[in-house]
T-cell receptor, first 113, second 113 residues
Framework: ETGVTQTPRHLVMGMTNKKSLKCEQH?????MYWYKQSAKKPLELMFV???????ENNSVPSRFSPECPNSSHLFLHLHTLQPEDSALYLC????????????FGPGTRLTVT | GENVEQHPSTLSVQEGDSAVIKCTYS??????FPWYKQELGKRPQLIID?????GEKKDQRIAVTLNKTAKHFSLHITETQPEDSAVYFC????????????FGTGTRLQVTL
């Protein structure tokens, strides 16, 4: 696999479930990002990691919990979500946080029932 | 924080015609302006970007112009083709130690035969 991969591609979960989204980048980048993409809204930056250290947390509810065990992997742990959290969750990476070009993964389409 | 507005939200052009999408930003400290293309069901991909030290940049049929005084930038696509049909997002980044893109709401471009 090359580029940025995400699993699963689709996820349906109930409001009381706990699930995790996974992102992996094969580009040797040092920065990784989580974005939320909802219909008719701009892409919303959720979290930024640089060399496994969180450098941005954009007022995201605590029901979303990121984890970056190494510079190639990024997780988003989900628990007690709300229906309004249904969206496409995109992972991205860049060479460094100061290098602007970001490469996106294909996204996980999340539906909360 | 930064606010990016994008217009129009939908745009339909005939094959061969030109398409123009406009964005305005609020923070004069922003110095990097990328454009992403997202085809249906696919990931956003960078198609062109411009930094604040230049006023125009071209890449084949695509060009971006930047007016720092007015705080707006535009994407120009000439000789449009059906494969140009997609959602286009503009973004602006605030100078700093973290790469943080603020996106517009997107423009759905439809190129008709």
């Amino acid at each position: 696999e090359t580029g940025v991969t995400q699993t699963p591609r689709h996820l349906v979960m109930g409001m009381t479930n706990k699930k995790s989204l996974k992102c992996e980048q094969h580009l040797g980048h040092n920065a990784m990002y989580w974005y939320k993409q909802s219909a008719k809204k701009p892409l919303e930056l959720m979290f930024v990691y640089s060399l496994e250290e969180r450098v941005e947390n954009n007022s995201v509810p605590s029901r979303f919990s990121p984890e970056c065990p190494n510079s190639s992997h990024l997780f988003l742990h989900l628990h007690t979500l709300q229906p309004e959290d249904s969206a496409l969750y995109l992972c991205a990476s860049s060479q460094a946080v100061t290098i602007y070009e970001q490469y996106f993964g294909p996204g996980t389409r999340l539906t909360v029932t | 924080g930064e606010n990016v507005e994008q217009h129009p939200s939908t745009l339909s052009v005939q094959e061969g015609d030109s398409a123009v999408i406009k964005c305005t930003y609020s923070d004069s400290a922003s110095n990097y302006f990328p454009w992403y293309k997202q085809e249906l069901g696919k990931r956003p991909q960078l198609i062109i970007d411009i930094r604040s030290n230049v006023g125009e940049k071209k890449d084949q049929r695509i060009a971006v112009t930047l007016n720092k005084t007015a705080k707006h930038f535009s994407l120009h696509i000439t000789e449009t083709q059906p494969e140009d049909s997609a959602v286009y997002f503009c973004a602006a980044s605030i100078a700093g130690t973290a790469s943080k893109l603020t996106f517009g709401t997107g423009t759905r471009l439809q190129v008709t035969l």
